[in-house]
């Protein structure tokens, strides 16, 4: 059994354990204290007689060791400022012995003063001498020259100087390899020898590109055979800057060779540099990606330099571009896997330099048409260059189409070797690339206006085919050729540039305009309704990783959809159009002819029902009416008849119930605007024949709408069709000087007000009383004009002062009530 105490004796047993815990807490606070007395000193305890004690002083702001550097660094700069002054001012006032014993002496002592500075530990000022002792040799060089040599060549002495201080600094280094100075310093140094001797010897660009190719190989050996990191690194950059440098000044000798001989010698040293930068890929994992990408780039340059000057001018970037192309034979070379990048990487960079060429060629191609747009049916070109009317330097440029086509196909090589998230990006670029050759190519070549024509409508119909071929159902294509979302993208956006381009190239006759116009009309109209934006998701039902992809096509296919039968309206407008235009038809005839697309596009609006093509179509389709009002312009009767007209179509729309609302009010608006422009045509002034139309129709509706809803107020439902009417005839009452017009308003305005007060609604009593005031105000004004005349003059101040005198009594007595009943409330219990 298990015995259990007691509440009471549980507690007990807790309040002993507690009281036992206190007293050794006690005990042990006590010791501490006494401890913590033990250590820390007395304080003498202020008094009223002892002050004070001062007040704890402040952080130092600087450590010690920046104090030090910085005095160290300013007493070297003082020194190092000093003795330059010394050897430039005050070298003349001694003699040569005097000179060189005190340069020696003081170069000497600045030489061995680290030595002994760092065997007691002193670092940072050995560092400071150290630094000053290698300006003073710079002093030595400079005073040997004036003293000694004062007939050498500048440059070559500079040269003979840097290198044996470069040597100099570079065995003082490593004797003393605590200093940090002098191995950086030796070889910064050591980057002047070689193209000063260059420059000195005359030699020419080459020769100095030389000079700084030698010296990035030194410069390369010291970074990855040299173990002091700063010297490594300093070593590292100076062989990219002198590299790269030599690199540029051999580029551009390579460009401006007039003969392959010419562009060998640069092209040498081109090679050289790819050696070298291919070297560095290898032994150093660290910058192989770089030290590859210069090696392509310089291959390249240097291959395609020697081709360049013997083939013609426009060849030229197709050589360098199959140069470029070569680098990528490399996927297969032992090489380390950033080496592989980087060449691939520069033959993209060759091959996005020639795309870049041909831009000029494309964009003339696309945009240049626009420029012809003022010489409708002027007559065909002669050639598709001068149909397009820009000339972009067709001489130099006619192989754009094949770096077009060749980069293209170097996208399409790439697209396996690429990473997966860039190889959409590849295939859609692959894509444009072969639509922009296509589009290019009449023009390239010279071929006539209707070659370029037919060009333009076989690409703009492969486009439309291989969009619509990508969204069919997987049962209608054939197993194992499914395009990529990429493709069918790039597809979508060529199509309609496309389409835009060659009608616009078509322009130039009118056979040419009326054939190229019907055949986009049915290409658009074939491909819109063939277009599947489900048929993606059916083909992957059930892959839960490939929904946000198919979500996307889908949606891009169906708004690629609506583009199409947008455009395809757009094209019928401008079909008909030209059609009537070539029948001879004026334009207002030309305007009732368009009104058959905004008629066509309600029925097949209201047959696609809430697809989402459509509002879009419809709305396309509307916009022709616009185009129509336009045409008609000129013709008031003509313009009431289009209005009218499209009113009808609005009314027609609104049977519709997800359109009633907007095309209901449309109609209405339309039919009142076709009233106003037929009355204003048949020379009608009368306000009342504008208004009357637009008041009986919104009073009939705003009766219809009071006995369907109670609630709705007179003023929304009343307000505007009397505020229509009554305004404008009141305006024109008052500048009327016959009876009839004020003795009618007068009368409606009456009929107004009884209605208003019969059925109590205010909006026909406000509206109806006012203007019915103002009507009989505008009738008695002569008689009240008459009547002020009779009266003396001194009557209007005295009335206004009764006025006044009135109105204070009252408010004297408003405030007299009030204080009565404050008084009274003040008396209350």
């Known amino acids: 059994m298990e015995n259990v105490p007691r509440p009471a004796e549980e507690l007990a047993v807790l309040d002993h354990e507690l009281a036992h815990i206190e007293a050794r807490r006690l005990q042990l606070l006590a010791r501490r204290s006494h401890l913590l007395t033990l250590l820390t000193p007395p304080q003498p305890v202020p008094t009223r007689q002892t002050p004070a004690p ?138 002047l020898p070689l193209p000063l001797w260059a420059l000195a010897a005359g030699t020419g660009q080459l020769t100095f590109a030389w000079a700084l190719l030698a010296t990035a190989v030194a410069d390369t050996a010291l970074a990855l055979w040299t173990k002091p990191e700063p010297t490594r690194s300093i070593a590292g950059v100076t062989a990219w800057v002198a590299g790269g440098s030599a690199l540029l000044i051999a580029s551009g000798l390579s460009l401006t060779a007039d003969s392959p001989l010419d562009a060998s010698r640069p092209g040498a040293l081109l090679l050289a540099g790819a050696g070298l930068g291919l070297f560095v890929a290898v ?3 660290g910058v192989a990606f770089a030290g590859a990408l210069v090696a392509g780039l310089a291959a390249t340059a240097a291959t395609g330099g020697v081709v360049r000057p013997a083939v013609p001018l426009q060849w030229a970037v197709v050589g360098y571009l199959l140069c470029g192309a070569a680098l990528l034979t490399a ?26 060429w041909t831009l000029p060629s494309v964009a003339a191609t696309l945009l240049g048409p626009v420029s012809r747009v003022d010489a409708v049916w002027s007559g065909a070109p002669g050639s598709a260059r001068e149909a397009i009317g820009t000339d972009p330097g067709w001489s130099a440029n006619a192989t754009a189409p094949l770096v077009l086509l060749i980069a293209a196909g170097l996208l399409a090589l790439a697209y396996r070797r690429l990473p997966a998230s860039w190889r959409p990006a590849a295939l859609s670029g ?60 790039t597809a979508m956006i060529c199509a309609p540039a496309g389409a835009a381009n060659v009608s616009l190239l ?19 109209c074939v491909a819109a309704p063939a277009l599947n934006p489900a048929a993606t998701a059916d083909d992957t039902e059930g892959d839960a990783t490939e929904v946000s ?50 008629a066509a596009g309600a029925l097949l609006g209201a047959r696609l029902g809430r697809h ?45 119930p997800d359109r009633r609302p907007a095309a209901g009010y449309l109609a209405a608006a339309l039919f009142v605007l076709a009233t106003w422009v037929r009355l204003y045509a048949s020379d009608v002034s009368t306000p009342e024949a504008y208004t009357l139309p637009v008041t009986v129709p919104a009073l009939v509706v705003g009766a ?52 208003g007060a019969r059925l109590r609604l205010q909006a026909l009593l406000v509206l109806g009383g006012t203007v019915l005031a103002l009507d009989a105000l505008h009738e008695l004004a002569p008689y009240i004009v008459q009547v002020v005349g009779a009266l003396p003059r001194w009557l209007p101040p005295a009335l206004a002062g009764l006025l006044l005198l009135a109105v204070g009594a009252t408010y004297e007595r408003r405030l007299n009530d009030a204080r009565r009943l404050r008084e009274s409330l003040g008396r209350m219990r």
Not at 120 to 135: C, D, N, P, Y
Not at 616 to 638: I, K, N, S
């Open 54 to 191: 001062w007040p704890a002083a402040r952080a130092p702001e600087t450590s010690p060791p920046s104090v030090q550097n910085a005095l160290l660094a300013l007493g070297g700069v003082l020194l190092t400022i000093a003795a330059i002054a010394f050897t430039v001012v005050s070298w003349g006032s001694m003699g040569i012995g005097g000179r060189s014993l005190v340069l020696g002496t003081v170069t000497a002592a600045a030489l061995a003063a680290p030595a002994v500075l760092l065997r007691r530990g002193l670092a940072s000022t050995a560092e400071a001498v150290g630094a000053l002792a290698l300006v003073l040799t710079v002093l030595d060089a400079y005073a040997l020259y004036r003293v000694a040599l004062p007939d050498a060549d500048p440059l070559g002495y500079t040269a003979a100087a840097c290198a044996v201080l470069a040597a100099v600094w570079a065995a003082y280094g490593l004797l003393l390899d605590q200093l940090r100075t002098p191995l950086p310093a030796a070889v910064l140094t050591a980057q």
């Open 283 to 285: 032994r150093a994992p």
């Open 331 to 356: 996927v297969r070379a032992p090489l380390p896997r950033a080496a592989v990048r980087g060449l691939c990487a520069a033959a993209g960079a060759v091959g996005a330099g020639a795309v870049l």
């Open 430 to 489: 692959a894509t444009a690339l072969n639509w922009a050759a296509v589009l290019v190519l009449p023009a390239a070549l010279d071929l006539g206006h209707g070659a370029a024509v037919a060009t333009g409508l076989v690409l703009t119909a492969g486009a439309l085919t291989l969009a619509v071929y990508a969204h069919l159902p997987a049962a209608r294509r054939r197993p194992g050729h499914a395009v990529p979302p990429a493709v069918s993208t």
């Open 506 to 524: 078509a322009l130039a006759t009118e056979s040419t305009t009326l054939v190229t116009l019907g055949v986009l009309l049915a290409l658009l």
């Open 549 to 598: 992809p198919v979500a996307r096509a889908a949606y891009l296919a169906r708004s690629f959809q609506t583009v199409l039968a947008c455009l395809a309206v757009v094209t019928a407008v401008a079909l008909l159009c030209a059609i009537c235009a070539s029948a001879g038809l004026p334009r207002e005839h030309i305007a009732l002819v368009v009104l058959v697309v905004p």
């Open 612 to 656: 989402p093509v459509a509002l879009p179509l419809e709305l396309t389709a509307a916009g022709a009416g616009l185009l129509a009002v336009v045409l008609a312009a000129g013709r008031p009767e003509t313009v009431a008849l289009v209005l009218a007209l499209c009113a009808v179509v609005a009314a027609g729309t609104a049977l519709r």
């Open 704 to 755: 219809l709408r009071r006995r369907g809803d109670r609630e709705a107020s007179s003023w929304t439902a009343y307000g505007p069709g009397l505020a229509a009417t009554l305004l404008p005839s009141l305006a024109a009452a008052w500048g009327d000087t016959h009876w009839l017009r004020p003795l009618a308003l007068g009368a409606a305005a009456l009929a107004v007000t009884l209605v």
